[in-house]
């Protein structure tokens, strides 16, 4: 079992960056996939990006890609979401997910973090 606890959201304006962190419990962070997903106000949880065990592959969806890059330090059992160009429509709730595999839907998961809100404005 881990646990996760996702930091670093707040509100910015378009155009400006947020980096936000996960930081998970246990030793075993290294066998898990992690994934970071978003909640916009009314809307349903999205895959927003996933990177597997070693860091050496991810994936993004196409509306975060090319502003969004998911990187993991495993001696420090922590995952990042840099968030650069921020856009109105990035503003959600965040959470990092942690998985044995590399999937992008939110029932994959079975391991969540609280959220961390995320506003930008325009």
């Known amino acids: 079992q881990v646990q996760l606890v996702e930091s670093g959201g707040g509100l910015v304006q378009a155009g400006d960056s947020l980096r936000l962190s996960c930081a998970a419990s246990g030793r075993t962070f290294s066998t898990y996939a992690m994934g970071w997903f978003r909640q916009a106000p009314g809307k349903e949880r999205e895959f927003v990006a996933v990177?597997?065990?070693?860091?050496?592959?991810?994936y993004y969806a196409n509306s975060v890609k090319g502003r969004f890059t998911i990187s993991r330090d495993n001696a420090k059992n922590t995952v990042y979401l840099q968030m650069n160009s921020l856009k109105p429509e990035d503003t959600a709730v965040y959470y990092c997910a942690a998985d044995q595999g590399m999937g992008v839907g939110v029932d994959h998961y079975d391991y969540w973090g609280q959220g961390t809100p995320v506003t930008v404005s325009s």
């Open positions: 990177i597997s065990r070693s860091g050496q592959s991810t």
